[in-house]
C-alpha cells in the first residue's frame, strides 16, 4: 500500500492517517522505497513523494507450564511464576509442540488448562497462550512368588525401593522373611535396590504374629496373649465371693 503527499517547500504536510492492517498484522510506519528499506523519519519533502506502508506480523508469546522441576524446555530459559515452572517461546514451528522427558513420569502432552483435560492445538493465535503440560507418574508392579505361585502383587511408585514393596505386601497372617531373584531361592535381594521398572520376587513366607495357622497354636497363642488379665480376673472373682459370704453371714444366713 502507498500514498502520494503533495509537498511545498518549507511546508509541513501531516501524513495521511495509518491504514488498516490485515489480519494479525500491525502497522510498521511508511517508508520511502517500495522495497521497505528506508523508513521516512519525519524529513521535510521537496516534492511529490510516494510513500509506502509496512505491515508486520504480530508476535504472540507462548508460555509452557511445565509442572514438575527439572522438566525444563531445553534452550529456554524458565521461571518460576503463579505456582507453576514457565517457559518462555514466542513462536512454534509448524504448529509443533516441544516433547518433555521427566524420570518417573510419562508425558502426556500440553493442555489448555490445569486440569488438562483439553487438548492443545495451535494452530493460529490471536493473542498470548499458556500451555499447560499433563503428566502421569510411572507404577512400578511388584509381583511376589511363594511355593511356586503368585502370592502378592503390589504397586509403588517409579524410584521406591524394594523396602517399600515388601512393607506393602506385608500382612497380619504372613510374613516375608527374606526375598530372592530366583525361584530356587538362591540369590538374595536386597531391599534397598530402587525400582525403576517391574520386577518379579521370590519370597519366603512366615506365619504372621497376629493370627498363626492351625486351631491349637491359634488357641495357644490366644492364650500367651491374654493370660495377665487371668490372675486379674480371679482376683476379682475371689474378692467378689468374699464379700458376697460376709454380708450373707451378718444377715445369719450361715
Known amino acids: 500500500m502507498s500514498a502520494t503527499v503533495n509537498t511545498f517547500a518549507f511546508n509541513v504536510i501531516p501524513l495521511p492517517p495509518n491504514p488498516e492492517p490485515p489480519p494479525h498484522h500491525y502497522f510498521a510506519g511508511w517508508?520511502?522505497?517500495?522495497?521497505?528499506?528506508?523508513?521516512?523519519?519525519?524529513?521535510?519533502?521537496?516534492?511529490d513523494t510516494e510513500l509506502y506502508a509496512k505491515f508486520e506480523l504480530l508476535q504472540y508469546r507462548i508460555w509452557f507450564a511445565t509442572g514438575l522441576y527439572g522438566a525444563e524446555i531445553p534452550e529456554y530459559s524458565s521461571i518460576w511464576w503463579?505456582?507453576?515452572?514457565?517457559?518462555?517461546?514466542?513462536?512454534?514451528?509448524?504448529?509443533?509442540?516441544?516433547?518433555?522427558?521427566?524420570?518417573?513420569?510419562?508425558?502426556?502432552?500440553?493442555f489448555m488448562?490445569?486440569?488438562?483435560?483439553?487438548?492443545?492445538?495451535?494452530?493460529?493465535?490471536?493473542?498470548?497462550?499458556?500451555?499447560?503440560?499433563?503428566?502421569?507418574?510411572?507404577?512400578?508392579?511388584?509381583?511376589?512368588?511363594?511355593?511356586?505361585?503368585?502370592?502378592?502383587?503390589v504397586s509403588v511408585p517409579y524410584g521406591a525401593t524394594l523396602a517399600q514393596a515388601v512393607s506393602a505386601a506385608q500382612s497380619n497372617t504372613a510374613v516375608i522373611s527374606a526375598i530372592y531373584s530366583d525361584p530356587k531361592l538362591q540369590n538374595a535381594l536386597s531391599v534397598n535396590t530402587v525400582l525403576t521398572t517391574d520386577m518379579n520376587v521370590y519370597a519366603?513366607?512366615?506365619?504372621?504374629?497376629?493370627?498363626?495357622?492351625?486351631?491349637?497354636?491359634?488357641?495357644?497363642?490366644?492364650?500367651?496373649?491374654?493370660?495377665?488379665?487371668?490372675?486379674?480376673?480371679?482376683?476379682?472373682?475371689?474378692?467378689g465371693m468374699l464379700t458376697l459370704y460376709i454380708i450373707l453371714a451378718k444377715k445369719g444366713v450361715f
Request: hydrophobic share 45%.
Open 31 to 47: 517508508y520511502l522505497d517500495e522495497e521497505l528499506t528506508q523508513p521516512y523519519d519525519g524529513r521535510v519533502l521537496t516534492g
Open 82 to 110: 503463579g505456582g507453576f515452572w514457565v517457559t518462555a517461546l514466542t513462536a512454534v514451528d509448524n504448529g509443533t509442540l516441544p516433547v518433555l522427558a521427566k524420570t518417573g513420569y510419562t508425558f502426556l502432552g500440553w
Open 113 to 153: 488448562e490445569e486440569e488438562c483435560t483439553e487438548p492443545a492445538a495451535i494452530t493460529s493465535m490471536t493473542g498470548d497462550v499458556m500451555l499447560f503440560a499433563g503428566w502421569e507418574a510411572v507404577v512400578i508392579t511388584v509381583t511376589f512368588y511363594a511355593s511356586g505361585q503368585v502370592y502378592m502383587t
Open 204 to 239: 519366603e513366607v512366615g506365619a504372621g504374629a497376629e493370627d498363626p495357622p492351625g486351631f491349637f497354636r491359634k488357641v495357644g497363642y490366644w492364650f500367651g496373649v491374654n493370660w495377665p488379665y487371668f490372675p486379674v480376673s480371679a482376683g476379682c472373682f475371689l474378692a
